[in-house]
């Protein structure tokens, strides 16, 4: 995530800062659709990595706005 995203969660209340983190999490997984629709290469590989990896970021994230009760 990006430090500029985190600064704006850390910023807001927890119910907005869980709707930040949800369309965020849509936009990527609306970003992996696209690309495993282009094909397999190294290149696409590559993105689908990044895209889970800042996925893995934003679950985290929401864990501490939001712990689990």
Do not use: C, F
Request: aromatic share 2%.
């Amino acid at each position: 995530m990006t430090r500029i995203l985190e600064e704006t969660i850390d910023s807001l209340q927890p119910t907005d800062a869980i709707r930040v983190l949800d369309a965020v999490d849509g936009t990527l997984d609306a970003l992996r659709n696209d690309a495993l629709q282009i094909g397999d290469t190294p290149e696409i590989r590559e993105i689908l990595h990044r895209i889970d990896v800042y996925k893995g970021h934003l679950q985290r994230q929401r864990s501490v706005v939001a712990p689990p009760q």
